[in-house]
């Protein structure tokens, strides 16, 4: 027994029997044929004099027990649904890049407004997804009246605008021949005041189709005052203003550029920030809560848990967080591969984020996350 404590001192139970034959009792002594490869077991109790004062584990022993103690929860009123509409098509079409995510019809979309409002989830933002010939070097089709966002923002409106909240996402990337979030100087760079004043007329035309609240997602200085001037003036005071005001030069949003046909030609660090920036994000966020923003989000989300948490300390107005095409891709492309429970994965995100301090989150799974939780 060589190099291995006394059994007494390990506070050790009866064991099985060695090669030889011989056995160590409860008391410690060793029967006499005990064999040099003989077995120690522990006893089934602390050794002796060693007290936990405290359990935690009592709080995890059942179902019952940890549904009651849970510190996070969220509930489906917290979730809002990005949703596309494409201009040209008859049929909702799936985004390769996104299994499951389609780009819709105006018609379609309206249905899908349906499923969403009895699912109980607690928002709507839509996307648009001009034709190309609708696309110019300004992204004019962004404020048209007739334009596939205003269109779709309508027929949902139309569908559900008394039953959740329709938003819309205001800018310009969609609709410019470049795929850039503005016009564009002379040198290549986006003009931020003329992107600002396109946003502002964008902003008052998505008001005017139903939206309840919109998104400035360009970040561009000086949005987020320009847009509630114009709101204000234009008489929709009541539009709530939902500013995209920490959002990340993120590698994750490809799929997403996929699912609204953006042809980006460079990147867009110029006007995104940096991922390596955590005090800058706050920067931006109150910022935009001085210009009149009566939410704030952090975008992407899953990444940026530090920054949503600072965030969320600090703003006096509701948090929103978005789980971007690339954390939905991720988490899809896993399960399809068998390498994650799909379900779990789903739900601990989600509560990952709303741990961290968001109210409100943007995600791909909200119809399906609150149809889980009824």
Same mark, same amino acid.
Request: contains cysteine; charged residues 20%.
């Given at each position: ?193 003329? #992107?600002?004043?396109?946003? *502002? &007329?964008?902003? /008052? +035309?998505?008001?005017? =189709?139903?939206?309840? %609240?919109?998104?400035?997602? $360009? ?95 600090? #703003?006096?107005?509701?948090? *929103? &967080?978005?789980? /971007? +095409?690339?954390?939905? =891709?991720?988490?899809? %492309?896993?399960?399809?591969? $068998? ?36």
């Amino acid at each position: 027994m060589t190099g291995l404590p006394h059994a007494a001192n390990l506070g050790v139970g009866p064991t099985t029997p060695s090669a030889t034959g011989g056995r160590h009792t409860g008391t410690g002594e060793a029967e006499t044929k005990a064999g040099a490869n003989e077995k120690v077991v522990p006893a089934r109790k602390l050794p002796h004099g060693l007290t936990p004062f405290v359990r935690p584990r009592r709080l995890r022993t059942s179902v019952a027990m940890r549904r009651l103690v849970t510190e996070t929860r969220w509930s489906p009123e917290q979730l809002i649904l990005p949703v596309f509409v494409r201009d040209g098509i008859t049929e909702p079409v799936e985004i390769p890049s996104m299994p499951g995510q389609y780009q819709h019809t105006p018609e379609s979309l309206a249905k899908l407004g349906r499923e969403a409002a009895d699912a109980g989830i607690g928002g709507m933002i839509v996307f648009g997804v001009p034709t190309d010939a609708d696309k110019d070097e300004i992204g004019s089709a962004a404020w048209d009246p007739d334009g596939i966002q205003n269109r779709g923002i309508a027929a949902l409106a139309a569908e559900v605008g008394d039953q959740l909240v329709v938003m819309a996402d205001t800018c310009l990337d969609e609709t410019t021949s470049h795929g850039h979030c503005g016009p564009l100087r002379p040198d290549g760079a986006v003009d931020n005041d003329w #992107a600002v004043s396109c946003y *502002a &007329a964008t902003a /008052v +035309s998505q008001a005017r =189709a139903g939206a309840a %609240a919109v998104g400035p997602s $360009g970040m561009m200085d000086g949005q987020v005052a320009a847009i509630r001037a114009a709101l204000d003036q234009a008489g929709y005071s009541d539009v709530a203003i939902m500013a995209y005001s920490a959002k990340y030069a993120s590698g994750l949003f490809g799929p997403f550029r996929d699912a609204v046909g953006c042809a980006l030609k460079g990147d867009r660090r110029t006007y995104q920030q940096d991922p390596a920036n955590r005090r800058e994000g706050m920067r931006e966020t109150l910022l935009d809560i001085e210009e009149g923003a009566d939410m704030v989000m952090v975008k992407p989300a899953s990444f940026y848990l530090d920054v949503l948490s600072d965030v969320a300390a600090a #703003a006096p107005v509701p948090v *929103a &967080a978005y789980q /971007v +095409s690339g954390e939905y =891709a991720m988490i899809e %492309a896993a399960a399809a591969n $068998g390498w994650i429970d799909r379900s779990r994965v789903i739900d601990e995100s989600l509560t990952s984020i709303v741990r961290a301090g968001a109210d409100i989150v943007l995600t791909y799974y909200a119809i399906e996350a609150a149809q889980g939780l009824a």
